[in-house]
């Protein structure tokens, strides 16, 4: 990308600059910002005016926002009653969507102008919900100049490490994204909570219906008698955004760390750690940790699927689903890691990097966590006894930290990735267990009203 966008720069200069951003702004998948940032670069070197490049990128994205906002506005709305309604977007949700971006809009604008993902598209939205055209453009002019300045003075500063400017810019649209989301998830977890359990609207059926109560963050639907029970797709949906959560923390560590392995001082760390478990540990020794992480990797697994085959046959539904859900998600984050991080290579212990090849088989330290994590869990909704509760916390802790341990210590990972998939192995964990209270919450309201309902026996 770097070297097509170097190229175009040095041919046609700041026409790129303006069409690059002016096209991302108003809604195409163009890498304006990375223009931006080359162009600014070329200014350092003496080779543009980065008066003239501030200039031209602020005029560009003041001018491509203007547009996606009227292409949103006199398009949009006949768009969205037409096909709105298919995904539970009507007249009625448009309308306070516009009251949203009427109260809001403004800060919306500005802030979403440095989020890569949702930057292109921010302008579109604002002309669909019809928000005020003159603090649009407003916000849009101070937005537009405020993003020109900083990331042009950006490349201007560092217009010779240019890949490290646009890392940094990764680094801050991926936790730009992660907090909105992160807020986004907060706000419908707290919508889903606190959703009535009584006197519900059907919203209307079939898929349609679906996606109008998965949107409004309906928990309870009724039966064909009447009585609410749980909305199995919010609960789906649910897992959904707690998975999404834990991906995008994952690719935001990933995004800070990635190069971290070459840095001076960092690699040297990892040497000392390296000759230090080499001087601690024989070969042998570090052959049984890493059987140990092997085997506790298979062990979980095992463990994971006979605890959804018991609760099923037990008609546990929700600790069968989340367990599942739970095991799906540590596979997910542990693919996700490898893909991350592949290129990284440092081992903890050198003389075990010989030997990986005598135990290639399952290897996976976040599933471990997952599945004992939420064994300890379910154990100890069990007992109402807190001394029985802390000695199950310890005893599950043990393999746990058996597991963690050992594929520290036998080198199956570098330190870098260790502790991302540590992390990822925690939040998941965490996120799988709050989801689950909210639902057994959710679950126990619904049976104190159908108590009320029924009356005394």
Known sequence: MLETLTHLITNFGYIIVALFILLEYVGFPFPGETALIVA????????????????????AAIFGYAGGYWIGRLLGKEFVERWGKYVGLDRKKMEKLEEFFTKHGALTVFIGRFVGLVRAYMALFAGISRMPYIPFMIFNALGGIAW????????????????????????????????????????????WASSPVGGFVTKG????????????????????????????????????????????????????TNGLSEYDPLVRFEEMISAATDHLLSPRQSRVFLSIAKFG???????????????????????????????????????????????????????????????????????PVIVFGMLAYFAALSTAQITLVISILAGFSIPILAVVTSSFLCGIHGSIEFIEELLGAIVWLWICIGLMQFIRLKQHQQEIQQQIATGPV
Do not use: C
């Open 148 to 191: 020109a300045l900083i990331f042009g003075i950006m490349g201007y500063l560092f217009g010779q490490n240019l890949d490290e400017v646009e890392h940094f810019i990764r680094i801050f649209g991926w936790g730009a994204l992660l907090g909105i989301v992160l807020l986004a998830s907060v706000w419908y977890v707290r919508r």
């Open 40 to 59: 600014a670069g070329f200014a350092g070197a003496g080779k543009l005016s980065i008066t003239a490049v501030i200039i031209i990128a602020a005029s």
């Open 205 to 256: 059926s079939g898929i349609r219906g679906s996606f109008s109560r998965v949107l409004s963050g309906t928990a309870m639907v009724p039966t064909k008698n009447g009585s609410p029970r749980l909305a199995r797709l919010s609960v789906i949906v649910l897992f959904a955004i707690g998975l999404s959560v834990a991906v995008l923390l994952i690719i935001f560590v990933t995004t800070i």
């Open 297 to 367: 990797s298979a062990l979980s697994v095992a463990l994971g699927i006979a605890t959804i085959v018991v609760t099923a046959f037990l008609k546990k539904r929700l600790y069968m689903f989340t367990i599942l859900v739970a095991i799906a998600g540590g596979e997910i984050l542990n693919a996700l890691l490898a893909y991350l991080n592949r290129g990284y290579s440092v081992f903890v212990s050198a003389h075990m990097s010989v030997r990986l090849g005598y135990l290639l088989a399952y290897d996976n330290m976040i599933v």
